[in-house]
């Protein structure tokens, strides 16, 4: 039994040492986390699909729906399917190919870009502070791909996307510590990195200072007297 469970979970028994354990890891003992993208799919017999997958990537209603639907659901498998959808959407209509055809395309992606950060404030509250790790990954791709496109549009001026972010990353600080994950502050903070450096004023440096002052003094406050007694008492034996 000890050499199959040997050969099944890669450990060499008490007696092994660590470069023995990590040379004997095989297939999946080395996967620590699989994200799998679905490229293509089968053709659905849905009546005129194509023309109902074209009027949603137009479409800025339905984009309005999908974000509303994330921060008003509650439901954690409504916003995961909402923000893949708004991911597929969010590609496609940013996609820099598509904005060089015609004017009419560009100006579709400012408005779409301007949507989203329109409503900014409630979706990093819900996606951040309020969901799990998945949603707050999901969350932040999203967010991605919408500053990676206006990157590349001819007049970004007209959209401030990366600024409002961090207006709105900063002003979530000192909710930080309500956050329902730990996944979910290191997406916050990922975010936070990747628009760091339009902060002038450090004020994120400011907040993070107190936030961490904060910590600070709950530690403190949370101290035992009698825990420090006998702390120091048995590191001196």
Avoid at 49 to 64: A, K, N
Wanted: charged fraction near 20%.
């Amino acid at each position: 039994m000890s050499e199959i469970r040997n050969y099944l979970f890669g450990t060499t028994g008490p007696s092994g040492s660590s470069s023995k354990k990590s040379e004997s890891f095989i297939g999946c003992d080395w996967i620590h986390e699989i994200s799998i993208t679905i490229r293509k799919s089968k053709p659905a017999d849905i009546p005129n699909e194509r023309l109902e997958r074209m009027t949603m990537i137009e479409s800025l209603s339905v984009v309005e729906k999908l974000l509303r639907s994330i921060t008003k659901s509650g439901d954690p498998v409504i916003q995961s399917i909402a923000l893949d959808i708004l991911i597929w959407i969010a590609v496609i209509r940013l996609d820099p190919a598509r904005a060089s055809q015609d004017q009419h395309c560009q100006e579709q992606q400012f408005l779409f870009v301007k949507l989203v950060e329109s409503q900014l404030g409630d979706f990093l509250h819900t996606c951040f502070i309020q969901s799990g790790r998945s949603i707050a990954r999901k969350a932040a791709k999203f967010l991605i791909i919408c500053s990676d496109g206006m990157k590349d549009a001819t007049d970004a001026s007209k959209v401030r996307f990366d600024v409002t972010l961090l207006k709105v990353l900063v002003d979530l600080l000192p909710y930080i510590c309500m956050s329902w994950s730990a996944g979910s502050v290191r997406w916050f903070f990922q975010m936070l990195n990747k628009v760091m450096s339009l902060d002038t004023t450090a004020m994120a440096a400011h907040r993070c200072l107190d936030i961490l002052n904060a910590i600070g003094a709950q530690l403190t406050a949370r101290q035992n007297p009698y825990h420090l007694i006998l702390r120091t008492r048995y590191c001196t034996l």
